[in-house]
């Protein structure tokens, strides 16, 4: 129900934007979010957007990431500015169940992952 696109390998300092599409059902009443994930370690939080577009963001990634959501459009946006190494991941597009949270287990529907590969 929910199809993410956009990653792939870019330089230190490059941009990328991640879309993530949904179908099914609505969501406008919902939170979504992006995580990420590298083997080995827990799926971390990277950008949630409430139903009403009130947004959070990791430390990690405050100043360079935004996030933003196309209700008519049932579709939810990750911009990556200043990517660096560190940044490197598959990422996930997820919809809570709720009009807001920042749980990933409070998420029911994800999205397949998009990898995100940033080279030094």
């Known amino acids: 129900q929910l199809q993410a696109s956009g990653g792939g390998l870019v330089q230190a300092g490059g941009s990328l934007r991640l879309s993530c599409v949904a179908s099914?059902?609505?969501?406008?009443?919902?939170?979504m979010g992006w995580f990420r994930q590298v083997p080995g370690k827990q799926r971390e939080l990277v950008a949630v957007?409430?139903?009403?577009?009130?947004?959070i963001s990791a430390d990690s990634v405050k100043g360079r990431f935004t996030i933003s959501r196309d209700n008519p459009k049932n579709a939810v946006y990750l911009q990556m500015n200043s990517l660096k190494p560190e940044d490197t991941a598959v990422y996930y597009c997820a919809a809570s169940r709720y009009y807001y949270s920042s749980h990933y287990d409070e998420y029911d529907y994800w999205g397949q992952g998009t990898l995100v590969t940033v080279s030094s």
């Open positions: 099914g059902r609505a969501f406008s009443n919902n939170a």
């Open positions: 957007i409430s139903g009403g577009g009130n947004t």
